[in-house]
């Protein structure tokens, strides 16, 4: 992020010239670029950890919001460049570097061209190499606050104020709880004031503010307003069944729960459940899980749901010894006292691709545990399928070293290769997708399960394919910002309707249903051992799932930060949409008769309510004004 402000002297009379502008050692944040002349924005990557493992993203953003351009980086591609032309514009570029990143960035662009740094918030954003320094505005009368996170690497983030020199200083220490961090109270003045930020050290840093605009600047001349421009999204409907739509399932607690939570849980209105089954636990009490379990199916109407064995303590890397087979054969006994009612699917290893030293180990207890389930036939009269590999990421590697030899998609393709009759659902885990803009990768990831398993007659895929645990971090490295707030409803909304665009999947599950005190990453947080309330998130999944329909239609949307998912059930019919990003979007709908019969809009914001709005039926389209960061939904009769 050091900015190069070394002036060359040019030879023959002509004067100096200002060197690029450099953004240096960026791992994750949005770059905002208003050019006043015709520039070159050139980006570089080094690897960071496990790039080989790993695809990312780049998106270049114009000031209506369209994408300009795209850059897939494969895992083969540790390291490179990309270079885009910049037009002079009025409002602002945006360059998208989505974390969690596996490679480090720098950007080059003319010194001319405003530019404006937005960092993560409490992920680290940056690993710089030195003292770097930056400078941010304070608004008169802002209550503003600087914040940052010990990573590592930066020890201190210090502030001076340019018109008078006062200083502050905030260390950064080290806290137990990843979500944890430190803070410091800016004087709220009467007029504007500028910073200067100074990064003391080296290495991983998360620095940002709140009560103000989160904007960093190399010189203090370049802190202008952020204009944004409104934004169109162009709909067209086609009368086209694609495909079904997943259940969204929830993980549900490994205990019976208490009845005072009851109707939070049924507020969630989900249609699937992910579970554990304590192998440890279940060889010794066979029957610990027969209440639980029977309350889920027959209280909640939860008939479809995966399991997946693993030992207390989380303990995943289970051996085929007795205390694992006792623990299977008691799971399978409490399944069929069931009653057949639902579809039960058991994976023989949470994440095997992290947990598990090599392929051959996993696909030794695979092989031993698909035998004992297929040994009596009761088990598939009761609904009892095999899922694998339920693995950490997909087309990604796991958070391990090494992880090149470990993703997802290729153990899940050695495995069906070997395995292949005794497998009947692909599952897998997404996370650290944490970014608004990246999350169509979940697409891409649906999509890729479906080449792999292959296609039927009907065009759907020859295994169920279950998303059956996201979230936008793993374990418990989580934000405050994203897990609180309303950000988490446009990321599930988000999520929900890339997962379900083509109509290939089976579940998606978010982890998890309540808070747990290491894991705060719930639909809903427990204030009490006898009262419970949602969470933003859960709000939003009341919302989505009473727009929930059963097919997937065929839509085409241009847009790209606003995503749109069309389904029907019947004569029913549904838009369900989320506006990801700040900017007003000017939305219009091609292809449903207007007027719309028994039609209604609704958005759901940041108050967690949802109301009315306002549609027009105008020359055979329907359009509305979408605000920013807000959930929609249409729905009608179809004629």
């Excluded at 989160?214 to 409907?237: C, M, V, W, Y």
């Excluded at 997802?408 to 393709?413: F, V, Y």
């Excluded at 394919?465 to 409803?489: F, I, V, W």
């Amino acid at each position: 992020m050091k900015c190069l402000l070394l002036l060359v002297g040019l030879s023959l009379g002509l004067g100096a010239e200002a060197a690029p502008m450099r953004w240096a050692e960026i791992r994750d944040g949005s770059l905002y670029l208003q050019p006043d002349r015709p520039d070159t924005l050139t980006v570089r990557w080094t690897p960071a950890w496990q790039a080989q493992a790993n695809e990312e993203q780049l998106y270049l953003v114009d000031g209506q919001g369209k994408l300009e351009a795209e850059r897939k980086i494969a895992p083969s591609e540790t390291s490179g460049s990309q270079s885009w032309p910049l037009a002079p514009s009025a409002a602002s570029y945006r360059l998208e570097i989505p974390g969690y990143s596996f490679r480090r960035y720098t950007v080059e662009h003319d010194e001319r061209t405003v530019a404006l740094f937005a960092p993560a918030k409490v992920h680290f954003s940056a690993e710089p190499r030195g003292d770097e320094e930056l400078y941010f505005k304070v608004v008169a009368g802002e209550h503003a606050i600087l914040a940052g996170k010990y990573h590592g690497g930066v020890g201190a983030l210090q502030a001076q104020r340019l018109g008078d020199g006062k200083q502050l200083s905030l260390p950064l220490k080290p806290y137990r709880a990843y979500w944890q961090f430190d803070k410091i109270e800016l004087p709220v003045a009467v007029t504007d004031q500028v910073w200067r930020l100074h990064l003391r050290g080296s290495g991983k840093v998360a620095f940002w503010l709140d009560g103000t605009a989160n904007l960093f600047a190399q010189n203090p001349q370049q802190l202008k307003s952020l204009r944004e421009d409104i934004g169109q999204t162009h709909l067209t409907l086609h009368n086209e069944v694609i495909g079904k739509t997943p259940n969204l399932a929830v993980a549900m607690p490994y205990v019976l729960p208490p009845p005072s939570s009851f109707a939070v849980l049924d507020s969630l209105n989900v249609k699937a459940g992910t579970h554990y089954s304590l192998v440890d636990i279940m060889a010794t009490r066979p029957h610990y899980e027969d209440k639980f379990r029977q309350l889920y199916q027959d209280r909640f109407g939860i008939t479809q749901d995966i399991t997946l064995l693993a030992g207390r303590q989380r303990v995943a890397d289970l051996r085929a010894d007795a205390t694992s087979n006792a623990g299977l054969d008691a799971w399978l006994a409490a399944t069929r006292a069931l009653g057949g009612k639902g579809t039960h699917y058991i994976g023989f290893a949470d994440e095997p691709n992290l947990n598990y030293r090599d392929y051959a180990s996993y696909q030794a207890i695979f092989n031993s545990m698909a035998r004992q389930v297929r040994s009596d036939p009761a088990n598939a009269k009761a609904g009892v399928r095999i899922a694998m590999p339920a693995s950490s990421r997909f087309v990604n590697g796991p958070f391990i070293e090494n992880a090149k030899d470990k993703r997802g998609i290729d153990w899940a393709r050695r495995l069906l290769a070997e395995s292949g009759d005794s497998i009947d659902a692909l599952a897998w885990h997404e996370w650290m997708i944490r970014d608004l803009l990246a999350t169509r990768v979940y697409r891409d990831s649906v999509r890729r399960a479906a080449e792999l398993v292959g296609l039927d007659a009907q065009g759907r895929p020859r295994k169920a394919l279950l998303l059956d645990q996201t979230n936008m971090s793993s374990g418990g490295s989580l934000s405050p910002y994203d897990q609180e707030t309303h950000y988490a409803s446009l990321w599930w909304a988000s999520v929900a309707i890339n997962s379900s665009q083509d109509g290939l999947l089976d579940m998606l599950g978010w982890f998890q249903a309540a808070d747990e005190p290491e894991h705060p990453k719930g639909m809903l947080r427990v204030l009490d051992n006898d009262r419970f309330e949602l969470k933003p998130v859960g709000f939003a999944q009341q919302f989505i799932q009473q727009h929930w329909l059963q097919d997937v239609m065929r839509l085409e949307n241009d847009a790209f930060e606003v995503d749109v998912l069309a389904m029907a059930s019947d004569l029913q019919r549904s838009l369900l949409g989320v506006n990801k990003v700040a900017r007003l979007q000017r939305v219009s709908l091609a292809g449903a008769a207007c007027p719309l019969s028994n039609g209604s809009l609704r958005y759901f914001g940041a108050d967690n309510r949802s109301r009315d709005a306002p549609f027009k039926c105008q020359d055979g389209r329907i359009s509305f004004e979408l605000p920013g960061e807000t959930l929609f939904a249409l729905s009608w009769r179809a004629p």
